[in-house]
T-cell receptor, first 113, second 109 residues
């Protein structure tokens, strides 16, 4: 069974640009959640989707948004990038709703210059 | 909102020594999960604890969930170089998994 796939693996953007990250969950998993990982802050919860509906959202500004498609694939968008958005963005999938065992992808390393 | 504190932030041990990381939540948890992230890798699920006072073992790793379901610990006996990485606890509230900042373990051979 294929694991969670995130694309792209690395991304370099400049301030003010926007970016879209993609996540394909494990087949059969309907819940997808996104986390931002930085050295100082650990894993911070962005949002969680289940059956195309956002079920939960962390404390991030509205520049961070996401969506989930009918095939459970998910995208995350960050608009008007800031230097502080540089981080590893991790997607995780689970069978049902959040709070169950998470399977993480390898992440997208975003650098904002 | 729910907060999860994890200590220590860093731990350096000699190979063969024991290691413990502690996790405390500001709210009662429905379950707690532990993950390990190797350097350059992504978090990998280790275990989930659900019951008050639960203790689970995986070889040299012992996981405990507090009676009040607000704290947990991970203890590694006789560390090996393969144990190197960052250990995260994740506290499950209603629909959210809140992670501690992790404990980075270094093992000196």
């Amino acid at each position: 069974k294929a694991g969670v796939t995130q694309t792209p693996r690395y991304l370099i953007k400049t301030r003010g640009q926007q970016v879209t990250l993609s996540c394909s969950p494990i087949s059969g998993h309907r819940s997808v959640s996104w986390y931002q990982q930085t050295p100082g802050q650990g894993l911070q919860f962005l949002f969680e989707y289940f059956s195309e509906t956002q079920r939960n959202k962390g404390n991030f500004p509205g520049r961070f948004s996401g969506r989930q498609f009918s095939n459970s694939r998910s995208e995350m968008n960050v608009s008007t990038l800031e230097l502080g958005d540089s981080a590893l963005y991790l997607c995780a999938s689970s069978l049902s709703q959040l709070a169950e065992k998470l399977f993480f992808g390898s992440g997208t390393q975003l650098s904002v210059l | 909102g729910q907060q999860v504190m994890q200590i220590p932030q860093y731990q350096h041990v000699q190979e063969g020594e024991d290691f413990t990381t502690y996790c405390n939540s500001s709210t009662t948890l429905s379950n707690i999960q532990w993950y390990k992230q190797r350097p350059g890798g992504h978090p990998v699920f280790l275990i989930q604890l659900v019951k008050s006072g639960e203790v689970k073992k995986q070889k040299r790793l012992t996981f405990q969930f507090g009676e009040a379901k607000k704290n947990s610990s991970l203890h590694i006996t006789a560390t090996q170089t393969t144990d190197v990485g960052t250990y995260f606890c994740g506290g499950a509230g209603s629909y959210q998994l809140t992670f501690g900042k992790g404990t980075k373990l270094s093992v000196i051979p």
